[in-house]
């Protein structure tokens, strides 16, 4: 593609199927020689990630090359805020070369076969015809070709769709500010854009954007809580995608009993200093941090996007929950998710990362902030290795299975001061222990 003198170009390779609608690709801005020479590199590398549900997308990493594409520098995006694409623009272009909805054409050619399929059929004297138009939400993005969900009834000819050029997408995910360009790559597709300064706005439904994140609710969804008719034992019931949270076989948290001990692997952890931008939910405090910090589980290596607090823990051990507990969330490059948890326990002395956070509060609910300051998340895991690995899912709706959870034995400390303010900020957000239905859980000896 072509965005004035530059060349934009997406690595169809490297897309990669997530789960909730998402891609993930690497494209590249080719500069023209004038902003090469004025730039001091020639091309900008950008991983993306892609909301197919809902034309958005938000960089995740930056990398300059020089014209020999030997690596100038590499920047990670801290604030990866998710950008909508503007109508017939490059952006657009691009997302639509990731996400492959379906095009006019397509809608008409599959139109026009059921139409000719209804054609061949036979109805009953006394059956009138009934047109049933087709439409847009019945398709969705993927693949080759256009997946079509069979909503149409048998013997009823369907006509050509008449909506907009466009499919209307679902609005499944709140829309935050993005962070600013860099000058040099102000129109390219790879780079996000302009942002005003973060501070508190917002709504109790207008929550932080989360990569897919970290588990929030939406702009427009279903409202869902801790208690009462919107609580967790009717979570499954709320939503059809959140039938796992009812149906589910393998859901989070556990009591954690009667763990098969063994020699564990210990966890390898990237954890260090970071800018953040703390995200009030309304259910929870949810902190994004810059990008290229993880951990390394039985070789599988997992980025981590963001963490939250929940009072009192979620998981138990052996009946007993601790008095708070820090969930990480990670997720690897092939889309797999996992869940690290760290225990807090009362004690005399407060918990750094978690003060710093109590300290940039977002003033409404909804709202989010970004200080200037630093927080290092090296503190915030035990010198001891010993943990506990299971399977499970993510603990808020959609209670998507097949997320590994790590939980660290030894806590570290909460003050009474922090406990006072966060059961102040929020009651308890602690989904009730599910079901163990015969998973098999490891423990360090």
């Not at 730039?39 to 997308?57: E, I, P, Q, S």
């Not at 996400?99 to 000719?116: G, H, I, K, N, T």
């Not at 948290?253 to 970071?274: H, M, N, S, W, Y």
């Not at 969330?329 to 225990?343: D, I, Q, Y």
Request: aromatic share 6%; net charge neutral.
């Amino acid at each position: 593609m072509r965005d004035r003198d530059r060349k934009v170009e997406i690595d169809r390779a490297t897309i990669i199927q997530s789960d909730g609608g998402t891609k993930v690709a690497w494209g590249r801005v080719v500069m023209s020689p004038a902003e090469a020479r004025k730039a001091g590199y020639t091309t900008v590398k950008a991983l993306n990630r892609y909301d197919c549900n809902n034309r958005g997308f938000f960089t995740i990493k930056r990398v300059y090359l020089d014209d020999d594409n030997l690596v100038l520098r590499e920047e990670t995006v801290v604030d990866q805020s998710v950008v909508m694409v503007a109508r017939n623009s490059v952006d657009e272009r691009m997302w639509r070369e990731v996400c492959r909805p379906p095009s006019v054409q397509d809608l008409a050619r599959v139109a026009e076969q059921a139409d000719r399929a209804a054609a061949g059929a036979t109805l009953a004297p006394s059956t009138p015809p009934v047109r049933e138009p087709v439409r847009q939400a019945d398709y969705k993005p993927g693949g080759e070709g256009v997946d079509v969900i069979e909503r149409t009834i048998a013997s009823r000819p369907v006509p050509a769709p008449t909506a907009a050029a466009e499919p209307m997408p679902r609005q499944t995910a709140p829309v935050a500010a993005a962070p600013a360009r860099p000058p040099q790559a102000q129109q390219a597709a790879a780079a996000p854009r302009p942002r005003a300064a973060a501070g508190a706005q917002g709504s109790d439904t207008a929550h932080t954007a989360a990569r897919a994140q970290a588990p929030s609710e939406s702009r427009g969804e279903v409202r869902w809580s801790y208690q009462g008719g919107t609580g967790p034992e009717q979570w499954g019931s709320l939503r059809p995608d959140w039938s796992a949270c009812a149906q589910g076989r393998r859901q989070s948290p556990i009591d954690l009993r009667d763990g098969i001990g063994v020699a564990l692997e210990p966890v390898r952890f990237d954890f260090r200093q970071t800018r953040f931008r703390v995200g009030d939910t309304g259910h929870t405090l949810s902190v994004r941090v810059g990008e290229g910090m993880g951990m390394e589980v039985r070789g599988d290596r997992y980025e981590l996007e963001s963490f939250q607090y929940h009072r009192p823990s979620e998981v138990r051990i052996d009946g007993r929950a601790s008095d708070m507990a820090m969930h990480f969330h990670l997720r690897s490059l092939e889309g797999r998710r996992a869940v690290l948890v760290v225990l807090l326990e009362r004690g005399e002395r407060a918990n750094p990362v978690l003060q710093s956070v109590l300290n940039n509060l977002p003033l409404e609910r909804g709202a989010h902030f970004m200080p200037a300051e630093i927080i290092d998340l090296a503190t915030q895991v035990p010198d001891e290795p010993a943990h506990f690995l299971f399977m499970g899912s993510l603990s808020q709706p959609p209670c998507t299975e097949d997320v590994l959870w790590v939980v660290m034995k030894r806590p570290l400390p909460v003050s009474d001061n922090q406990l006072a303010i966060f059961s102040r900020l929020y009651e308890r957000n602690a989904r009730p222990v599910q079901p163990l239905n015969d998973r098999l859980v490891l423990e360090s000896r």
